[in-house]
């Protein structure tokens, strides 16, 4: 329960910190969805669980598809370099932030399918801890500066550093767990 809170607050605290920052573009934020209609699951039958071997690979193993999302971020890269205003690096700056996140989204689903039950539990809560220090990173990468917009986009690389740090860290959990 405190730590519900904890998170609430510190989400509250980042809301707050950047109330007067409503075009900063961030891929992390939670835009509030239509309520899901309620979904009948069916009734589970027990089965033994089966072991966890080289042979039981997930499915998507088998799965000859993986978006390289590598020469988009290039290309925008290339593109915010050309970019004659703030406003219009800090767009193109965002767009590269939403690919980070999108290819570590990939890699930290891919890796937990990996794991059992419980090692996945633990990752997600991990993940979410990390999550939470994302967001103050770019916090305080965006309190550094008073010109609104060059705090926003010290904010997005801010955003893009750390992801590529986790990756990193992914990338070496996933060296210890997959079998290739």
């Given amino acids: 329960m405190t730590a519900r809170l904890g998170s609430a607050a510190a989400c509250l605290m980042f809301s707050l910190t ?16 239509a309520e899901p209609e309620p979904v009948v699951q069916p009734v589970e039958v027990a089965k033994p669980a089966a072991p966890k071997a080289a042979e039981a690979l997930p499915a998507s ?33 965002s767009s590269i932030a939403y690919l980070w996140d ?6 930290f689903q891919d890796t ?5 039950e419980q090692a996945q539990r633990h990752e997600v809560e991990l993940q979410n ?18 010109d609104g ?19 990193k860290e992914l990338e070496q959990l996933r060296e210890l767990i997959v079998i290739q």
Avoid: S
């Fill in 18 to 33: 950047l109330a007067g920052c409503q075009t900063l573009p961030m891929p992390f934020t939670n835009k509030p969805q």
């Fill in 102 to 107: 999108a290819r570590l989204y990939l890699l």
């Fill in 61 to 93: 193993a088998d799965l000859n598809w993986e978006p390289k999302l590598d020469q988009p971020i290039a290309q925008l890269e290339a593109q915010m370099a050309l970019e004659e205003t703030q406003l219009a690096k800090n767009h193109t700056l």
């Fill in 112 to 116: 937990l399918d990996y794991l059992p």
């Fill in 149 to 167: 917009e060059v705090a926003r986009f010290a904010a997005g690389q801010a955003f893009i550093e750390e992801t590529q740090k986790r990756i």
């Fill in 129 to 146: 801890r990390w999550l939470d220090q994302r967001a103050e990173a770019m916090t305080r990468a965006f309190l550094n500066d008073k």
